[in-house]
């Protein structure tokens, strides 16, 4: 049941994150809009000429400004709409406009019963006996003060109406009205006795939401630093957005009258003041107190973290960690998005994520105390602060105190990560063991070798998507996968069986990290994930319905099975060497000049382990890769670090042109063919810059593997030692069943 309410409260979550995009957009409108038709911004930089009355950059701002305040005046429907989509399965378009529907009848239905009751007059106006801010005007509708919930309400009601009626099939008489078209007749139908319902309970729930907020807002400081603490831990659940909502968005987070109109929600709050600013002698702290803190960790404290886990890494090991941990921290400090940083380490090392929590939230509380209030649209960057903070002035937001507070805890982050990651051997960025990398990357080589072997015998086929194939394998396969989506960093899916999921591919794809919560599997991947997700999508449409059961029981045990038939096949082969010759035989020349040696001195586990299958490897010492043998390039890797090979013969091979050099991103790679060519022995398949390939790759060992060999079939190293292009590396025996 807890792991049930987890996924349904995930998938709540991710459907906040439509709604939400909007806000930075509509914030940036109101925030340069409210900001530059200021008549003493204008006045104080001498700007009349340019944005004083009747100018045309004075008109567009005003309109800009409206159309923000628009956007945030109608969050209530925007978010019935995002979250009907969000929490639809299929067909989402549908949801959708069932959702504008279903709105506009609950709130007409709660006018309908406010004027039967005469709590709304028949001029329209409200009865002197009602408490002020609980009758609003909803789109021109006057209705309950419901604020978001009143649309979040909505979304989920019905999402849950689409996704069991969208198929439905009626008898033939109604058979028009069946399916997708039903879905807008039921949620009519509901939620005109939703708002009824409303009616009668509502003022009940807004009491039970003014109490909550009191908690918080009651308890003065500690009431912040609780509130940043929890949401802080909540990142890794992806429950956050659950939670931080209603206290931006509702009561929850206060109430204050703001231009004679009483305004519920912390972020709301600002908003007003900011549509309102002439008449604010300075921004309200306790309604900033939900986010004003994130401007000093989000731009100064991990940042902190970041350099201190970068000292931390291993010398040969910093130029990958720093421009790893450059990328993520920019992406912190600008746009406000932390979980690149923070999955960098709490997988790894959940101590020091538990002491983000801790100096986060204190941040929260230490703005509050300072009387900070800078306001934002998603997240504290840079940008936020520059509309929300800089360019409304010190007197407004006591922006400035920010940049002292935030020196200290850049410091704080710093040495505490420092000391506990040198003191407890954290295996931070550039400090994790050496093959740890190299053996995801080749496993998700192979995967990817499978789906271009794949494409190419499906000729009604588009073209496989290679990371999306290997993101589906490691879900278990799309006959594995109930959903799929994303919000700002992370794929979220609901998978049918847990157990079939496989970790270790998944974090072959370029994961930082993976979360588990009963069918709930969450894969961060940062801000690009929104491609990721329509990648997969696209692909998941394109493919039958496939299983991969043998990846999840092969990988999440470190190869153990791959290893066990490999040796069971090896066992057979060498059984069937003592008692009989081998009853034919192919030999495969080596593709490139260098020294030759056995696969199991491959610096690689899985190619040592023979894992992927069975060869062996050669340290080229010349800047050319040539077929082995007459046969077909059966694929060519994007990062042209590797290529696949079939002989005429019908043995299938990988060359693999070094270790861990997919990361090179081609660099280094000159490719002579393309796939589906066929070559003679000798043709250059590839040049190679191997002075480029040395300094930047761990190794330029290049693993040359037989990848489909069969129990009867056994390699033997013919070539231990120097070795040119062309030279006999190793045989390929068949023995007798």
């Known amino acids: 049941m807890k792991d049930k309410i987890f996924g349904v409260l995930q998938r709540v979550g991710r459907s906040f994150m439509l709604p939400i995009a909007i806000l930075p957009v509509a914030g940036l409108l109101l925030g340069l809009g409210s900001?530059?038709?200021?008549?003493?911004?204008?006045?104080?930089?001498?700007?009349?000429?340019?944005?004083?009355?009747?100018?045309?950059?004075?008109?567009?701002?005003?309109?800009?400004?409206?159309?923000?305040?628009?956007?945030?005046?109608?969050?209530?429907?925007?978010?019935?709409?995002?979250?009907?989509?969000?929490?639809?399965?299929?067909?989402?378009?549908?949801?959708?406009?069932?959702?504008?529907?279903?709105?506009?009848?609950?709130?007409?239905?709660?006018?309908?019963?406010?004027?039967?009751?005469?709590?709304?007059?028949?001029?329209?106006?409200?009865?002197?006996?009602?408490?002020?801010?609980?009758?609003?005007?909803?789109?021109?509708?006057?209705?309950?003060?419901?604020?978001?919930?009143?649309?979040?309400?909505?979304?989920?009601?019905?999402?849950?109406?689409?996704?069991?009626?969208?198929?439905?099939?009626?008898?033939?008489?109604?058979?028009?009205?069946?399916?997708?078209?039903?879905?807008?007749?039921?949620?009519?139908?509901?939620?005109?006795?939703?708002?009824?319902?409303?009616?009668?309970?509502?003022?009940?729930?807004?009491?039970?939401?003014?109490?909550?907020?009191?908690?918080?807002?009651?308890?003065?400081?500690?009431?912040?630093?609780?509130?940043?603490?929890?949401?802080?831990?909540?990142?890794?659940?992806?429950?956050?957005?659950?939670f931080y909502m209603p206290f931006w968005q509702t009561a929850v987070g206060g109430t204050m009258e703001v231009a004679g109109h009483m305004v519920e929600g912390g972020q709301n709050i600002f908003f007003a003041q900011l549509a309102d600013s002439a008449n604010i002698a300075h921004f309200s702290a306790d309604a900033t107190r939900y986010f004003s803190g994130e401007f000093i960790f989000m731009i100064f404290g991990l940042p902190g973290a970041a350099l201190a886990m970068y000292k931390c890494a291993k010398p040969e090991k910093k130029k990958q960690a720093g421009s790893l941990l450059l990328s993520a921290t920019l992406a912190c400090m600008f746009t406000g998005i932390t979980e690149p940083l923070e999955f960098s380490f709490l997988f790894v090392a959940p101590a020091l994520f538990a002491v983000q929590v801790v100096l986060a939230g204190s941040a929260y509380m230490i703005a509050h105390i300072l009387n900070i209030a800078v306001g934002l649209t998603f997240s504290g960057g840079l940008l936020d602060f520059f509309l929300f903070g800089i360019l409304q002035g010190n007197e407004k937001t006591s922006w400035l105190l920010v940049i002292p507070v935030g020196i200290v805890y850049f410091l704080l982050y710093y040495f505490i990560f420092s000391f506990l990651i040198k003191k407890f051997d954290f295996k931070t960025p550039g400090r994790e063991d050496d093959d740890t990398e190299t053996k995801l990357y080749t496993k998700a080589d192979v995967n990817a070798r499978k789906a271009a072997k794949d494409t190419k015998a499906s000729d009604d086929k588009a073209a496989v998507d290679e990371l999306s194939q290997t993101i589906s394998r490691g879900l278990g396969g799309k006959a594995n996968i109930s959903d799929v989506d994303c919000c700002a960093t992370r794929l979220r899916i609901t998978v049918i069986d847990p157990e079939k999921v496989n970790d270790v591919l998944l974090k072959s794809t370029g994961a930082s990290g993976v979360v588990h919560k009963g069918q709930g599997v969450q894969i961060i991947y940062g801000p690009r994930v929104t491609v990721i997700k329509s990648d997969l999508e696209d692909y998941l449409a394109s493919v039958t319905e496939e299983h991969f059961e043998d990846d999840a029981a092969e990988n999440n045990t470190a190869g153990a099975s791959k290893t066990k038939d490999s040796n069971t096949s090896s066992d057979k082969a060498q059984d069937s060497d003592v008692e009989s010759e081998p009853t034919s035989t192919v030999i495969i020349s080596s593709p490139m000049t260098g020294i030759a040696a056995d696969l199991s001195t491959a610096p690689d586990e899985a190619f040592a382990g023979k894992m992927m299958g069975d060869g062996a490897v050669v340290t080229p010492e010349e800047g050319v890769v040539v077929a082995p043998e007459d046969g077909t390039v059966l694929f060519v890797f994007d990062t042209k670090h590797a290529l696949g090979f079939t002989t005429d013969s019908g043995i299938g091979m990988i060359i693999h042109v070094g270790i861990d050099t997919v990361k090179l991103e081609g660099k280094g790679f000159d490719v002579q063919v393309e796939a589906g060519c066929h070559v003679n022995k000798g043709d250059v398949l590839m040049k190679l810059d191997l002075d480029y390939l040395k300094a930047n790759a761990p190794s330029v060992t290049t693993p040359v593997i037989c990848t489909e060999l069969k129990d009867n079939q056994k390699i033997r190293l013919i070539t231990d030692g120097p070795i040119k292009a062309g030279e006999p590396l190793y045989a390929v025996d068949t023995y007798e069943k």
């Open 35 to 242: 900001s530059f038709t200021n008549t003493t911004t204008i006045e104080t930089y001498g700007l009349q000429w340019l944005l004083g009355d009747k100018t045309i950059l004075h008109a567009l701002l005003v309109i800009m400004n409206a159309v923000g305040s628009a956007i945030f005046d109608n969050l209530p429907l925007i978010f019935a709409v995002g979250v009907a989509i969000g929490m639809a399965k299929k067909e989402k378009e549908v949801s959708a406009l069932s959702a504008v529907i279903a709105y506009f009848v609950m709130n007409v239905s709660i006018n309908a019963m406010l004027k039967i009751s005469g709590k709304i007059l028949a001029d329209g106006s409200i009865a002197k006996d009602v408490l002020d801010g609980t009758i609003t005007s909803v789109c021109g509708i006057q209705s309950l003060q419901m604020g978001v919930f009143g649309g979040i309400i909505v979304g989920l009601g019905v999402a849950a109406l689409h996704n069991r009626f969208y198929k439905i099939e009626l008898p033939n008489a109604l058979s028009f009205f069946g399916g997708t078209r039903f879905v807008p007749i039921i949620s009519t139908v509901v939620y005109l006795f939703v708002g009824i319902l409303m009616y009668f309970i509502w003022p009940t729930v807004q009491n039970g939401i003014y109490a909550l907020g009191g908690v918080v807002t009651g308890t003065g400081y500690f009431g912040t630093l609780l509130f940043g603490i929890i949401k802080r831990a909540l990142i890794p659940f992806g429950l956050h957005h659950v």
